[in-house]
């Protein structure tokens, strides 16, 4: 089995605003990367991976990373997760000047 991009993009972020990056209703094991070079002293951002026990249950989180100043290692990576029909990733910075974030989804 290979790892394949399931969507991707650049999303500037909003302070406060949780942006909704990818909702993927394939049930699969997914990846989250995230690249967090352009955080500077006093940003804070948090990406969150949201899933369901159930197809058509209510969404919770399965995974939250939190990562504040520069990063020495910018790439964040989550753990792979095996997903239902109803995953969510998402970005949200909650203090600094907003920043551009490069993200993918990978599925494997």
């Given amino acids: 089995m290979t790892w394949t991009i399931d969507s991707s993009g650049t999303q500037t972020a909003t302070i406060g605003t949780e942006h909704s990056l990818a909702t993927p209703s394939t049930n699969a094991t997914y990846v989250f990367k995230v690249d967090t070079r352009n955080l500077a002293n006093g940003d804070v951002v948090e990406l969150r991976v949201y899933d369901t026990v159930l197809n058509a249950g209510p969404l919770g989180v399965v995974w939250k990373g939190t990562y504040a ?33 490069g993200w993918s989804v990978l599925r494997l």
């Fill in 69 to 101: 100043h520069v990063q020495a290692q910018p790439i964040k990576v989550s753990p792979p997760l095996a997903a239902s029909q109803s995953t969510k990733f998402s970005l949200k910075q909650t203090a600094g000047t907003g920043r551009g974030f």
